[in-house]
């Protein structure tokens, strides 16, 4: 595996490889990675010629600056966790790098109501901090498949609508959240949990397939009301439980029967945030 830490070296390795023919995959990281992050990379090596992968703990994103001092480094194991699943080039810059102009952020993206709705509402600014460092590893790495995870779901359709609005020629691929054998969706941020909230941890997901297993045509709101009340009264603090149209991420709350639906979590266990979805297709 090729470490580059400067976007222009990277930049003009990945041009010469597209100008040999050769497709490239890219599946953008903050580190502290899994089996979920792996999951792309494995599905990058399937669909394209070259692997790319990247790690930076963007400050941009965070809008909560003790989030960010805490968030997980741990890129020792990283690079021996990518370099065992094949992945060919590591870009890894320092915030210089990636915000040569500095991190106030002079662009800003038309997200419409994505932005205003569940992690929009609940992270202000976050999605905008995504939009900034996307947009910039997509022009460094300009990839013919970029590969994000589904159980980011709203952070999926808010770059599909970045590709779309910026014009930039990728193709996206959203690949299925891999979980704990518990159900627990993984993510670097399980690793703050202590034993008893990792214990925890898995009521939200149960909650998800709960309310797959109990919806029915008709006002939904009782269901939301149940599933957010289980998870306060199991020590959790809600910021929601939505159920949205999978499509337009807007809240149903009186469900036809047929239109798929994605359920969605974001819960903290005590300073923990975890996010979780479920789909509902029909
Ligand atoms: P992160 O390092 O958390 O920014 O995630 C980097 C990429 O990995 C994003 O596209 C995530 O959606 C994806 N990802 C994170 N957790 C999982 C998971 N459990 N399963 C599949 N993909 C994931």
Not at 78 to 91: N, R, S, T, V, W
Not at 108 to 125: A, Q
Request: aromatic share 8%; glycine share 6%.
């Amino acid at each position: 595996m090729i470490l580059f830490k400067k976007a222009d070296e990277l930049r003009s390795y990945c041009e010469a490889k597209k100008k040999q023919g050769l497709s490239t995959g890219f599946a953008p990281t903050m580190g502290a990675l899994h089996e979920g992050h792996i999951s792309l990379i494995k599905a990058c090596r399937e669909k394209t010629d070259i692997t790319i992968s990247s790690i930076f703990v963007n400050p941009t994103q965070f809008n909560d600056p003790k989030d960010f001092k805490q968030y997980p480094h741990t890129i020792e194991k990283d690079i021996y966790l990518l370099e065992g699943a094949g992945c060919d080039l590591l870009f890894i810059p320092s915030v210089e790098e990636m915000y040569p102009n500095g991190i106030q952020s002079t662009q800003h993206y038309n997200l419409g109501v994505l932005e205003t709705l569940l992690e929009g509402k609940f992270r202000p600014g976050h999605f905008q901090g995504v939009c900034q460092v996307v947009h910039r590893l997509l022009e460094i790495v300009d990839p013919t498949m970029l590969f994000l995870g589904q159980k980011d779901y709203q952070q999926c359709m808010v770059i599909n609508e970045l590709i779309r609005l910026t014009g930039l020629q990728t193709e996206l691929s959203i690949c299925p959240t891999q979980r704990e054998a518990d159900g627990l969706a993984m993510s670097s941020r399980n690793m703050r949990l202590s034993e008893t909230e990792r214990k925890q941890a898995v009521r939200i997901y149960e909650t998800l397939s709960f309310i797959k297993q109990e919806i029915k045509p008709g006002n939904l709101l009782p269901l939301q009301e149940k599933a957010a009340q289980f998870l306060n009264d199991q020590g959790f603090k809600v910021d929601y439980v939505a159920i949205a149209n999978q499509h337009t991420l807007e809240p149903v709350t009186e469900w036809n029967g047929h239109d798929s639906l994605v359920v969605l979590i974001a819960a903290f266990l005590h300073e923990v945030r975890l996010i979780d979805n479920i789909l509902i297709d029909f």
